[in-house]
């Protein structure tokens, strides 16, 4: 089916109006003309009559069409749950959007500047706002009640995506582990509804843009959002990281199905010295301090030759990161390289619960240049013997929603593991909960709707979970191990 589509405006005739049109041999009329045309399958071509008649029929009764609208059933043909419409600017992307999805293209509206953004998303539910803004990757609770202006911008980027899926999600209903707690709210419609998200990724670097596409395409195929969602964008690098299931490219008006998979995310987990916590303190949700009897670990995205994408173990001999500096003239991993356990970890499926930890071989170091994007910290349980704790996880904000905090939150257990240690973390953060629910390294061991108020007098600075709804995991190895 043929789309096309005219758009116009005046000219307005003034004296440097005339002198463009003289210098460059510009045709003047009275209005200007831009045209667009694309081939699209039937059942899309569909939807675009329908998505046009809603608006029509949304005017006529006098309501917004600024709200995301359901999209129709034209599409039994094929199924799909992420579409793409790319192309250079001015080729018409966002004419062509509006063509085929009508109100389902997300309009930005103004945020307030005296509210906290979970304060933004009208009477959603509280677990419904957070599990939706941890689903598109912005998971940062310091972050979450501060006011839209006060954000960076990717985290504006996140808030804008999250505010349009909630736009077209019905009622929420809940992930329940054993014993019915409520854990990371998973929303769900019957038939999925359609947003359409203009100029994405636009406003953020290419880093956090790769990210940001893994995230909300990880929360769309998993189920955690019940939505169908198409992207508009002039950045052809999103492609590979969104991996969605057709392609709409305005530049050579083409329609194509693709279904490959997004390169895999390859990490170095060493360990570093406290002064890397400087670089993630402040995104921690408790508190800043580290205790200096902390072990720490880092984990480092490899983005440079070391690691081509192969999945394959990586084999760059050298100093690596040793360099490394934290801002302040220092170095954040240690002068000497332990001579084990360190871990690498690669994993093509971003759906996978668990990633492939694989361990690297005493004389290897990370291949630089190499990201700082994760912070995990470790204390001896106190009263016990021969085990440790998860004190800090803390992911940057512009790299989460891929799983790399969680990754690195099994690489230590497992390190400490190889050493003769069990490992426990209580965790309050829900994408942590869930994600220790599902995966079989963990086994849940208390629930504490209350938290514990326990204060020990002969650790200074300990703070326990009093006020805070808990829950503690134990380490489980896997069945090789």
Not at 233 to 257: G, I, K, N, R
Not at 364 to 387: K, Q, W
Not at 408 to 416: N, Q
Not at 444 to 470: C, E, H, I, L, M
Request: positive net charge; glycine residues 10%; proline residues 9%.
């Amino acid at each position: 089916m043929r789309i096309e589509v005219t758009v116009s405006c005046p000219v307005f005739d003034s004296f440097r109006v005339q002198q463009v049109a003289g210098m460059f041999d510009v045709p003047l009329a009275q209005r200007a003309l831009s045209r667009f045309a694309v081939d699209v399958p039937q059942w899309l071509g569909a939807e675009c009559q329908e998505a046009e008649d809603r608006g029509q029929q949304a005017e006529s009764q006098g309501e917004s069409t600024g709200t995301a609208a359901a999209s129709p059933g034209g599409s039994a043909g094929r199924s799909w749950r992420i579409g793409l419409i790319v192309g250079p600017s001015g080729s018409g992307k966002t004419t062509i959007a509006r063509r085929l999805f009508g109100p389902a293209l997300y309009r930005p509206q103004p945020w307030p500047a005296d509210r906290a953004v979970v304060d933004c998303f009208g009477n959603r539910s509280i677990k419904e706002i957070t599990g939706t803004l941890t689903a598109v990757g912005f998971g940062s609770p310091p972050s979450w009640i501060k006011p839209y202006h006060a954000l960076s911008n990717g985290e504006q980027f996140r808030c804008d995506l999250a505010r349009a899926l909630l736009r077209v999600t019905g009622e929420g209903c809940q992930v329940t582990g054993e014993g019915g707690q409520a854990l990371l709210p998973v929303i769900r419609h019957r038939p999925p509804q359609t947003v359409a998200f203009d100029e994405f990724t636009s406003v953020v670097d290419r880093n956090v843009a790769r990210v940001a596409s893994a995230a909300i395409a990880k929360a769309i195929r998993s189920g955690r959002l019940g939505c169908r969602f198409v992207a508009v964008t002039c950045h052809y690098d999103v492609t590979e990281w969104l991996t969605p299931d057709w392609v709409l490219d305005m530049a050579s008006a083409t329609f194509q199905w693709r279904c490959l998979p997004r390169p895999p995310i390859q990490l170095a987990i060493v360990r570093c010295r406290s002064r890397a916590w400087r670089l993630f303190a402040h995104h921690h949700y408790l508190s800043g301090q580290l205790n200096p009897s902390a072990q720490c670990f880092l984990a480092l995205w490899i983005t440079g030759d070391g690691c081509r994408g192969t999945g394959e173990r990586c084999r760059v001999k050298g100093d690596g990161c040793q360099g490394m500096e934290d801002g302040a003239g220092g170095t954040l991993l240690p002068d000497t390289s332990p001579p084990l356990p360190e871990t690498f970890f690669s994993s093509r499926d971003p759906f996978s619960p668990s990633p492939v930890i694989r361990p690297l071989s005493p004389n290897l170091r990370p291949p630089s240049p190499a990201i700082p994007v994760a912070f995990c910290a470790t204390l001896p349980l106190i009263g016990a013997r021969r085990r440790r704790r998860i004190s800090r996880l803390v992911t940057l904000p512009d790299y989460q929603g891929v799983g790399i905090g969680t990754a690195l939150l099994e690489a230590v257990a497992e390190i400490h593991r190889a050493e003769g240690y069990r490992v426990n973390i209580t965790a309050g953060h829900p994408a942590v909960i869930a994600h220790c629910r599902r995966s079989p390294r963990w086994r849940a061991v208390a629930v504490r709707k209350t938290g514990s108020g326990r204060q020990d007098r002969f650790v200074p600075g300990y703070r326990g979970s009093q006020g805070r709804a808990v829950v503690s995991f134990e380490y489980v190895p896997p069945p090789e191990a």
